[in-house]
């Protein structure tokens, strides 16, 4: 079936810095979500795009789905230590129900 | 309560003993999922409901697992069984059935420990 993989794995950035992770399909996706969980909670819902180049902004928060649409990032500007967690990509495999996590990327920020 | 409740927090169980889990979504969310998550890795799919039926089920989900949501509103979990392998975070989320342009809301999940 369809997965997403996801690059870095880790990263570690010093506040202040940029942090961007990729979200990469082999195949078209029809739609992508963003969620974040920091250590020992739960997913949280940021964002859904669905259309070929759609950007998307929440404050410091950028998102990204790439013209083809098997492409997708989040970039986070000047990142502060509430941003530590891992961030994770899924989609709806032909815009259906049941969302497939990509393998996520933790984030450490480091004073 | 807006949000996803889910009972218990933590279970531990001895290998073989059945557990059952609850999941209580959002009153105004038709739509329930199941999901597990071990140590680093991303939530995996079990199972999802639209109102009292059962749509889908994982591959995943061998027959020691069963799920119901009787009534449309709350669901239960059960694990028969249990194998040290079915250790891990049993999370449900729910979602209105709009094209999920509003996303999953997650419960805080249910942490398994089978020793």
């Known amino acids: 079936g369809q997965q997403v993989m996801q690059i870095p794995q880790y990263q570690h950035v010093q506040e202040g810095e940029d942090f961007t992770t990729y979200c990469n399909s082999s195949t078209t996706l029809s739609n992508i979500q963003w969620y974040k969980q920091r250590p020992g909670g739960h997913p949280v819902f940021l964002i859904q795009?669905?259309?070929?180049?759609e950007v998307k902004k929440q404050k410091r928060l950028t998102f990204q789905f790439g013209e083809a649409k098997k492409n997708s990032s989040l970039h986070i500007t000047a990142t502060q230590t509430t941003d530590v967690g891992t961030y994770f990509c899924a989609f709806r495999p032909g815009g259906g129900n049941k969302l497939t996590f990509g393998t996520g990327t933790q984030l450490k920020v480091e004073l | 309560d807006t949000g996803v409740s889910q009972d218990p927090r933590h279970k531990i169980t001895k290998r073989g003993q059945n557990v059952t889990f609850r999941c209580d979504p959002i009153?105004?969310?038709?739509?329930l999922y199941w999901y597990r998550q071990t140590l680093g890795q991303g939530p995996e799919f079990l199972t999802y409901f639209q109102n009292e039926a059962q749509l889908e089920k994982s591959r995943l989900l061998s027959d020691r697992f069963s799920a119901e949501r009787p009534k449309g509103s709350f669901s239960t979990l059960e694990i028969q069984r249990t194998e040290q392998g079915d250790s891990a975070m049993y999370l449900c989320?729910?979602?209105?059935?709009?094209?999920?342009?509003?996303?999953?809301?997650f419960g805080s999940g249910t942490r398994l420990t089978v020793v």
């Open positions: 009153s105004e969310h038709n739509r």
């Open positions: 795009l669905v259309k070929s180049g």
């Open positions: 989320a729910s979602s209105l059935a709009t094209g999920g342009a509003g996303g999953y809301t």
